[in-house]
């Protein structure tokens, strides 16, 4: 695995758009099984329904044309060549009627099928590989495209597969006529496979133009959304960053018209050579028939006319044929992507079916950590070790690293040295979901899905009597008097994503929507990041006094920039830098009056009571 | 629920006259912006009907030539001479249309049109943005303004030629046989009527799925996007997710069959009717064959009219399916550009601050569209599930700041305090009552000039990809400009970080364009955030939650830092740390809107009310600790 991916990747340092032929068939195959694969009967209909289509355009447009002139020429009576007429009619509509219960009624099923099968596949991957991955602008590109264009092409491939068959099914049948009537017209019907390779060139400036066009896609998109977000409204109104914004989209659009017109000749040649293959061809043909027919009087004016109707066909069939490969080309580029993405083996040390994590000793030792694409480590060289039941503060500055290190001891990452470790045993040892399950966290950037209330809080689907639970949560964790007063109680969703009469929560309420699951379940660990940021102090205080009360037995790790709150803890880590600096409780940590001690007064100092104050507040409390 | 239905099908269901007449309005606006472009359309339009039309009598006229005893080659080689040349002069044509002018000149146009959009969206009220209907119609009307100009010009260009091929089809059809005529015409007619009745059908089961569609898609962003990765990893929403997703597929087939039922009959009534067009013609032309009225040639000729008039109708219907899709973007297009703000400026420029007064100011944010208050106020007779009465986010609230103070407004969340802010910005107005600036009413002052004087840090600052410089400035950084940016930057306690970046105050922030740009943490961008009200001549500053991303130790380097370097300014600071606000001069306590409390620290805390109950909460545990 490691080495095919370190070739696949020599191969796209090289050129990032060259596919093998091998590769292009490869990839569209592959699109085809897994197809095949969802629906089986699929393919095989939709393939026999484009033979069907293509034969019935070749009887009814073409040969009918031909058959009539003839038996007319012939002198059958005209009886006869109705009859014929009419049973073809009556022969096509048996078909339509039989096929078209495919599209109307058989084939959305399927489609709705495969769109599942494959967004789902995609879905898991994410889930599966590491958070990293995220960070890595490359492969978060790649993941992007493959989302946004999985479905869509894997069904091109086989719109591409259903026009190669058309196109063959015409070529041949109208071909072989053609050749009956006089083998040398079958060599006109060929000068268009030349222009395929005009085609094929004008592809490539195309693709090259559309390459520098993507840098000033993404300058105007920009500037775009700084003008009709929300998020930059009150900016934009308040200060001169229009005229700066406006600045940029000036630019790009110089840039644009720049990049049109060093292109715009080219690509008005080649284009004008490509389409005019066909009206050459046609008229060639057509020459050569009024030559046979006048001229030299070896051919029936019933043949001519049958020239004349049918040598656009196969030079148009024959063109379309050009454009097949170069569209199974595409299509593979983005499928390269797709499969990119399925294939990626996450680098996180995962065994299924592993042992099950319980409550028990958590250890980081010598964990460094670098992020993907940054200069310095994130984490140098961090040890501790958190006993079952502790309640453990994490503080220190912005970018200390504190965040850095749960996201490791959630096994969110891989260090890139040292390890995480429960109970002595490497976490990459437990079932990666029986370890999920052991922690409930809740991110300083919680995010609310578009999902009721109590799904909200728990993450995970609802059972019976959960209701009771999340009530109960909710009540603990500040949240119940907001979420009481909703139409629907907590079952009411969040977020108008999809829902117009959807709720949506202040960042403080979400925060404390988001507290509520700790209070659901009783998984030995619990990992609060920043809990407090959005609370204001009644709120923060209440719910640090039910959280300390629902953690009784189970271990508490906490990050706050607040220090108030560390004093609460059994052990305070403090960090500086990526390194644990300080370790104790908040009691000798003062006594040691290092760096934590320093913070802890600086904070504290701004809510000395004076004597004034003491006196009026002993005032008025007698 | 209900009546959202109704809404939506007002909103799509777009008759033709109307879908003509928003097509003509985005012509004409294309006329004012870029007139040369619609020349060359009706050009486009006009040359591409006529070469399909001289090719269709030329072919015809060469079929019509085979029946000649006495024809020469030399006659039909120029007859299929001026197929050639025709083909290739239009394919010429096309080419440089296409692949030069038009990518150019698309270019040009969508400049201009996104510039107007662009500076319209700066005059819309704030308010719109609360109201999610009107925020998604101008966000899709500026995501689809991309492409829509184009394409209804494209669409009209094709209209011209379509129209022009089909009719001289037809009457060229009309003058070999009237009756094969009339087929074709009525058969085109039924067709026209079949399509219609097969839109409606789609249009029903879009409504149907488009809801769901909209689910999955959710999905699938939550799934792409970043932010949502480390929930997905901790926790069993993906689980949750999923339900949505394969629910919602289900949801999509069972309405895609229902349809897929009603459209079969459909589909084979239009089969029928095509087929019958097609080739009752062709019956009719064999008997005049077998009568002799007509010859091979002729014959031929006719089929191939057919034919050919066959492929302009399917290809009309393909085109006329995107002409209420275009309407629909020209009418939410349109909409938006006729918005008129509801808060304007005023003539006055203002005089340098001596007081700024709130005048028993009520608040509450209530969206209205501007063009649906008649509907608002009818589903509010309807007295059927009314939302719940906004609010007042603030309340009867009076108050008075006067030059150099430093004020603080404090309370929890919700209180009302950053409300206090937008209305004194003028990015709302109030509902009631009157703000006061030097006595005056805020309404009668230039809004710009007004601005000038008071700057703001909000709580959800952006960082803009710029330059650090630009990003203080708000504008191009000039020569003269740096020294000022440099003193901002140090006031904003960034100088340390500054120093550490490459290029300085040149470093282009955010990855955006930019694969060497610098994303700030939260703390820093806040910081340059900061750095921006610094580098103006503000009389009034306003910090809203400033230090909200800081920690303890910069939260406290800062305030320091500011009250400092503000010494001869007024000050409002909002927050709800009560540490950062106990050395203003005042501190204004709201609560649910209202100012409950006001005075120094020392009195309020002497007063022992609401804030003196909150501050204790907050410094009990540094207490009980310290």
Known sequence: ?622 | MKKDEKKEKKEKKIPLGRTLYCNFLMLSKIWHMTPQYIVFMVIVGLVGGAASSLETIFTYMLFNALDEPGVTFGRMALYLGVILGVNLLIGLFYAWYYEYYQTVTDKKLQHRMHEELFRHALTMDLACYDDPKFYNDYVWAMDESKGRAVQVLDDTARMINYLITISTLITLMMRVDVLVGSILFVGAAADAVLWEVGNRFNFKKNERTKPLHRKNSYVNRVYHLADFAKELRVSRAGENLEKIYSDSVDGIVEAEVWNGKRRYGLDLLTEVIDEVARFLPVVLLLFKLYDGTAQLGAFVASINIIWNLNWSMYDLAKNLIRMPENARYVEKYLKFMSYRPTILSGETAPEPLETVEFKNVTFSYSPIEPEEKEEKAESEKEGEDKPQSPKNSLEDVSLTIRRGEKVAIVGYNGAGKTTLTKLLMRLYDPTEGEILYNGRNLKDYDIPGLRARIGTVFQDYKIFAATVAENVLGRECADEDRDAVTDALTKATFADRLAELEAGMDTPLTKEFDEAGVNLSGGEAQKVAIARIFARPYELIVMDEPSSALDPAAEYELNHTILEYARDKTVIFISHRLSTTRMADRILMFAEGRLIEEGSHDALMRMNGKYAEMFRLQAEKYREAG
């Open chain 1, 1 to 622: 695995m490691a080495f095919k991916k370190k070739k696949e990747k020599e191969k796209k340092e090289k050129d990032p758009n060259a596919l093998s032929t091998r590769r292009v068939l490869s990839n569209n195959l592959f699109v085809l099984k897994l197809i095949h694969s969802v629906a089986p009967s699929y393919l095989p209909t939709y393939f026999l329904w484009s033979v069907g289509n293509a034969i019935i355009n070749f009887l009814m447009n073409i040969w009918l044309l031909r058959e009539i002139v003839n038996r007319y020429e012939e002198g059958r009576p005209a009886s006869e060549v109705i009859g014929m007429l009419v049973g073809l009619i009556i022969g096509q509509m048996i078909w339509y009627c039989l096929i078209q219960t495919l599209p109307d009624i058989v084939y959305p099923r399927y489609q709705q099928r495969i769109v599942e099968h494959i967004q789902r596949g995609l879905f898991e991957k994410a889930s599966a590989v590491e958070l990293a991955c995220y960070e890595n602008p490359e492969f978060y590109d790649k993941y992007v495209k493959a989302m946004d264009n999985a479905y869509g092409r894997c069904m091109d491939v086989v719109y591409t597969v259903d026009g190669c068959i058309w196109a063959v099914v015409s070529i041949v049948s109208t071909g072989a006529m053609l050749f009956f009537i006089d083998p040398l017209l079958v060599a006109f019907s060929l000068l268009p496979l030349l222009i395929g390779l005009i085609r094929n060139l004008r592809n490539k400036v195309s693709k090259k133009r559309h390459d520098e066009r993507q840098k000033l896609d993404r300058r105007e998109g920009y500037v775009q959304r700084t003008f009709y977000l929300n998020e930059y409204a009150k900016e934009m109104r308040l200060t001169g960053f229009p005229g700066l914004m406006l600045r940029i989209y000036d630019k790009a659009q110089t840039d644009y018209i720049a990049l049109w017109r060093k292109y715009g000749f080219k690509m008005t040649v080649l284009r004008l050579f490509s389409d005019s293959s066909s009206a050459l061809t046609s008229a060639a043909a057509m020459m050569y028939a009024a030559f046979r027919t006048l001229v030299s009087r070896s051919m029936g004016i019933g043949d001519c006319l049958v020239v004349f109707n049918s040598v656009d066909a196969v030079a148009w069939n024959l063109t379309r044929m050009a454009e097949v490969f170069t569209e199974f080309r595409d299509h593979a580029m983005y499928i390269e992507d797709y499969r990119y993405f399925l294939e990626y083996e996450p680098k996180l040390a995962a065994t299924p079916g592993g042992r099950e994590a319980k409550s028990g000793e958590l250890r980081a030792e010598h964990l460094t950590f670098t992020y993907a694409g940054a200069e310095k480590p994130a984490l140098k060289d961090v040890s501790l070790t958190i006993r079952p039941g502790e309640k453990i503060a994490l503080v220190g500055h912005n970018g200390s690293g504190k965040t850095t290190l749960v996201k490791l001891l959630l096994h969110l990452y891989e260090p890139d040295s040292g390890a995480v470790t429960l109970d002595g045993i490497p976490a990459g040892e437990y079932d990666a979901s029986s370890w999920r399950d052991a922690f409930t966290t809740v991110f300083q950037d919680f995010k609310m899905f578009s999902l009721s209330v109590a799904e909200n809080v728990l993450l995970r689907p609802l059972k019976d009597g959960d209701d009771a639970l999340v009530t109960e949560a909710l009540k603990r964790s500040g949240a119940w008097e907001r979420v009481e007063k909703m139409k629907n109680g907590i079952h009411t969703t969040l977020t108008r994503e999809f829902d117009d009469e959807g709720e949506v929560l202040s960042v403080g309420e979400a925060q404390k929507v988001s507290l509520a699951r700790a209070f659901t379940n009783d998984s030995p660990f619990v990992i609060l990041d920043e809990p407090s940021s959005a609370l204001d102090p009644i709120a923060e205080y209440n719910m640090f006094q039910n959280m300390l009360d629902a953690c009784r037995d189970r271990t508490l790790i906490f990050i706050s920039h607040r220090l108030s709150s560390a004093v609460l803890a059994d052990r305070v880590f403090y960090m500086e830098d990526g390194a644990i600096t300080e370790e104790g409780t908040h009691a000798a940590l003062m006594a040691k009056n290092g760096r934590y001690a320093e913070l802890f007064r600086m904070q504290a100092e701004n809510y000395r009571e004076t004597e004034d104050e003491r006196a009026a507040r002993e005032g008025g409390s007698r």
